[in-house]
Nanobody, 115 residues
Framework: VQLQASGGGLVQPGGSLRLSCAAFGSIGTIDIMVWYRQPPGKQRELVASITNDGSTNYADSVRGRFTISRDSAKNTVWLQMSSLKPEDTAVYYC??????????WGQGTLVTVSS
């Protein structure tokens, strides 16, 4: 499995941005897709996840502001981010899990929230 993330950029506080993660290869082996982020100088943290049956999970810090979704063919996952805050600034990574192991990481896409 290979993952290609895109959609990062500079956005003002309160703005919105949508990240995409396209999966290629043996996508039938993927059980869960996950977005992580790594703020500057901090550890990587889980942002949101979505299972094959559409169940979602969010970090408390983004719940109600971010929405994770996937297309019907299960080869693209999006992270819709709204009401962005400066503390959302980070490199965002998507990953694919074939439970219990991670089978792929995307290359990371930088999101900067600043006025």
């Amino acid at each position: 499995v290979q993952l290609q993330a895109s959609g990062g950029g500079l956005v003002q506080p309160g703005g919105s941005l949508r990240l995409s993660c396209a999966a290629f290869g043996s996508i039938g082996t993927i059980d869960i897709m996950v977005w992580y982020r790594q703020p500057p100088g901090k550890q990587r943290e889980l942002v949101a996840s979505i299972t094959n049956d559409g169940s979602t999970n969010y970090a408390d810090s983004v719940r109600g502001r971010f929405t994770i979704s996937r297309d019907s063919a299960k080869n693209t996952v999006w992270l819709q981010m709204s009401s962005l805050k400066p503390e959302d600034t980070a490199v965002y990574y998507c990953s694919a899990l074939s439970v219990p192991r991670v089978v792929a990481w995307g290359q990371g896409t930088l999101v900067t929230v600043s006025s």
